[in-house]
């Protein structure tokens, strides 16, 4: 495969995406389309053109602004002790008078602040992540931050179930022993967003029936609370899988936790791997789809040792077997189905082809998977010429199409995608090159939140909001 860039209007054309499956809020047609006053050279795809932040935090199109809403090691949690390092993916959720953040924290062990220990909350004294739910004005001023899990690792990403909770990931396959852990880590926890008190003695109840492997994103089914993962792991790469929930299961309020903690619960329901096929033809790893509309059938393959009790799930299986894929990320439940990413792949990490960045969708009905974007390999990822690498967490914007955190190399930019497949940037990140993530919007739609990694900024984003121009 050639790495020159691709023409990425063109090439994200080729594909009916009704944006990447949104269902759009509200009228579209009636939306007004704003003049944008000249910030630099560039057609208005999006939302305009960027312009420089004055204070090299986040340029951000013309009548857009941000509010800093904590800065890890310097804004303090309730209780006085500062806001952890490495913020992650967010769950955002509403509540009255504005919305409650569930933040996860990517901090394994060396990190400069990690999530305090906490009676009833913490799974692992001997570990460092976690995850903190900050309450937010409607403004996104920041109203007070508490410690909702303690004592887990590498919390990367996660998703929202139907019921209004946050599944929080470890992305990581250590074993107690490890660097100071005293429990086996690589789990997802459920997280209440309701208080802190709501999930004293719940939240570090791992769920141990989704498997012990390097986790990245969970997508929720509201039909039949099935489940959706990500591992993002190689040497070999890691695999998309499914957890199906035993027969009389009921999604809501601590029914996960209630059937962990159950007889039998650690091996709960089904956890299967994909596999991928094309005209009859298995596909060993996803980065040979090159052409969005690109479908996959798929089947599932039932994993021998959802723990790992002596050999990482990803190896029990041939690469005959199922599909693998490096760098698989973000995931978002719509349209009927589950968007996830692949950040991007190389053929020197074992992948059939290389890019920098595919978004597919998975169709419980059809049992299928469709490539719905693909971005080429950015020739120069230092300059901003409209080339976007390693698109990571993504989410569903209510005016159409989605955005997608970068995290590649050289500048990072939140990049979103139009309805009509156009990519544009949505914001700059001014300050370094760290990696955004966790964009979500609120329930009403006003803001964007997301997280700059490091140094640790929470961000609110408001504007003039409204369908991205094509």
Not at 4 to 28: E, I, Q, Y
């Amino acid at each position: 495969m050639s790495t020159a860039p691709l023409n990425r209007r063109g090439f994200l054309g080729r594909t009916a995406l009704t944006g990447l499956g949104v269902a759009l809020a509200g009228s579209v047609d009636a939306l007004v389309r704003p003049a944008f006053a000249s910030a630099a050279p560039g057609q208005a795809i999006g939302y305009g053109p960027l312009v420089p932040d004055p204070n090299r935090i986040l340029s951000l199109p013309v009548g857009f602004s941000y509010t800093v809403v904590s800065r890890s090691g310097e804004t303090q949690l309730d209780g006085g002790v500062p806001v952890p390092s490495d913020p992650d993916a967010i769950g955002v959720f509403a509540r009255p008078g504005g919305s409650t953040l569930v933040t996860n924290h990517e901090i394994g062990s060396d990190e400069p602040y990690g999530v305090p220990a906490l009676d009833g909350l913490t799974y692992d004294t001997g570990a460092r992540g976690g995850t903190t739910t900050t309450a937010v004005g409607a403004d996104g001023a920041r109203q007070g931050q508490y410690v909702s899990v303690a004592g887990t690792v590498n919390n990367c990403a996660g998703g929202i179930t139907p019921w209004g909770t946050w599944l929080t990931c470890e992305e990581t396959e250590a074993r107690a022993g490890e660097d100071g852990f005293l429990l086996d880590h690589g789990y997802v926890f459920e997280v209440d967003p309701a208080s802190q008190e709501a999930n004293r003695g719940k939240s570090p109840v791992p769920l141990k029936f989704l498997g012990r492997y390097a986790h990245e994103a969970v997508a929720v089914d509201p039909a039949s609370s099935t489940i959706y993962l990500t591992e993002d792991a190689s040497g070999p790469n890691g695999l998309y899988y499914r957890w199906t929930p035993p027969q009389g299961f009921r999604g809501g309020p601590n029914a996960l936790r209630e059937l962990a903690q159950s007889p039998g619960g650690d091996a709960a329901g089904a956890l299967q791997a994909m596999a991928c096929f094309q005209g009859g033809t298995h596909v060993p790893d996803l980065s040979q789809a090159t052409e969005p509309g690109t479908v996959y059938a798929v089947q599932w393959v039932g994993v021998p040792d959802r723990d790992a009790t002596s050999t990482p799930v990803r190896e029990q299986f041939g690469n005959d077997v199922v599909t693998r894929s490096r760098k698989l990320e973000g995931q978002w439940w719509g349209d009927g189905g589950a968007y996830f990413v692949a950040s991007y792949a190389r053929t020197s990490d074992g992948s059939v082809a290389e890019h920098d960045g595919q978004v597919w969708f998975y169709d419980p009905a059809k049992q299928t998977v469709t490539l719905k974007t693909l971005f080429g390999v950015n020739p120069d990822p230092a300059v901003d010429t409209g080339n976007y690498d390693g698109p990571d967490n993504i989410t569903v914007s209510p005016y159409g199409g989605v955005i997608l955190a970068e995290d590649g190399e050289g500048i990072s930019h939140l990049v979103g995608v139009t309805a009509e497949g156009e990519p544009f940037a949505m914001a700059r990140n001014e300050l370094n090159d760290s990696e955004f993530c966790g964009p979500a919007f609120s329930a009403d739609g006003k803001i964007l939140f997301a997280n700059i990694q490091s140094p640790g900024l929470t961000l609110a984003i408001t504007g003039p909001w409204h369908r991205p121009l094509p």
